[in-house]
């Protein structure tokens, strides 16, 4: 995913809002995690999606809709868990 401006645009929006939540959600690697951020482009669909699968969270619990909240949190724990792996694993200094 290129971060361009253009039709690109709302792709680079929900990306850089979940790398920002995630970063909140995750201060002991919000450091790594900025500047792997800052160097690859690798993990923009990750955090693409962790942004679009917390704004569902946020929208299905205010609807009381807890069956699907509880599996959109689960998504949220599996994408947290994904990029915990892949700050810890180093994957900073690996080429894009």
Known sequence: ?????GAAGNAIDAAQLGLWRLM???PAIRGRL???AARSRRLDDLFEAYEEASR???RLRKES???L???YDT?????????IRYVLQGSAGAPD
């Open 69 to 71: 909240a509880n599996e």
């Open 34 to 36: 900025q500047m792997l």
């Open 56 to 58: 569902t969270l946020e």
């Open 75 to 83: 998504v949220c724990s599996d994408i947290e868990a994904d990029v």
């Open 65 to 67: 809709n807890l069956a």
């Open 1 to 5: 995913m290129s971060r361009q401006g």
């Open 24 to 26: 909140l959600k995750l």
